[in-house]
């Protein structure tokens, strides 16, 4: 089971560029990494996924170098709605047997004006 | 598109008792997983079904039961409850088990046990 190590919190200011990094130095050859946002009260919402180099798309980008042991979460210009926790999670890849999530304790990231 | 729908939003029950929860997956998704999240942690994985079958179980007591319809709704059943199943139950869908389909919560029910 690949743990993943993600620092407890992260201050930032409106307008700045937030990079969250995520160790997964045990992640599995068919693993994927996924990141979700969480407001209090509500469930996860899945903001991106991907297995190596880099993915984009309309909230954020991920950066997976070449051994995979680690990710960053980037989330470009961020407004005070960025607030949340933000949970790292290596999708452990079994084809057809199941893709349970194994959540840590997450990031919460606090953005001010 | 509706998102994972999940009802009752919130609810009260006393030691002892029983409760149902139910969750409708996002439409296509074929896919239903269960998750636990008490104050301050993330959430743990429960049960997911796929196809009505169970396909995995987290390491939760008998007493946590669930099973999925043939319209790929499902409920979870949990028994004789505990002041510290006191927790947001929250549901999740995906299109099948696969290695990489990302699951899509619902916003939970809010579960106090007085």
């Known amino acids: 089971l690949a743990k993943t190590t993600q620092p407890i919190s992260m201050d930032s200011y409106e307008g700045q560029e937030v990079n969250i990094t995520c160790s997964h130095n045990?992640?599995?050859?068919?693993?994927?990494i996924t990141w979700y946002q969480q407001f209090p009260s509500q469930g996860p919402r899945f903001i991106i996924q991907?297995?190596?180099t880099k993915v984009t798309n309309e909230v954020a980008s991920l950066f997976i170098p070449a051994d995979r042991k680690s990710s960053t979460l980037s989330l470009p210009r961020v407004s005070l709605s960025d607030t949340a926790v933000y949970y790292c999670?290596?999708?452990?890849?079994?084809?057809?047997?199941?893709?349970?999530?194994?959540f840590g304790t997450g990031t919460q990231l606090k953005v001010e004006l | 598109d509706a998102g994972v729908t999940q009802s009752p939003t919130h609810l009260i029950k006393t030691r002892g008792q029983q409760v149902t929860l139910r969750c409708s997956p996002i439409?296509?998704?074929?896919?239903v997983s269960w998750y636990q999240q008490v104050l301050g942690q993330g959430p743990q994985f429960i049960f997911q079904?796929?196809?009505?079958?169970?396909?995995g179980r987290g390491n939760f007591p008998d007493r946590f039961s669930a099973r999925q319809f043939p319209n790929y709704s499902s409920e979870l059943n949990v028994n004789a409850l505990l002041l510290g199943d006191s927790a947001l139950y929250l549901c999740?869908?995906?299109?099948?088990?696969?290695?990489?389909?990302?699951?899509?919560f619902g916003d939970g029910t809010r579960l106090s046990i007085l």
């Open positions: 991907g297995y190596k």
């Open positions: 079904y796929y196809e009505k079958e169970e396909r």
């Open positions: 045990n992640i599995a050859t068919n693993d994927y």
């Open positions: 999740a869908s995906s299109l099948d088990p696969g290695d990489n389909q990302p699951q899509h």
């Open positions: 439409s296509g998704h074929k896919s």
């Open positions: 999670l290596v999708m452990e890849g079994r084809t057809g047997g199941g893709n349970k999530l194994t």
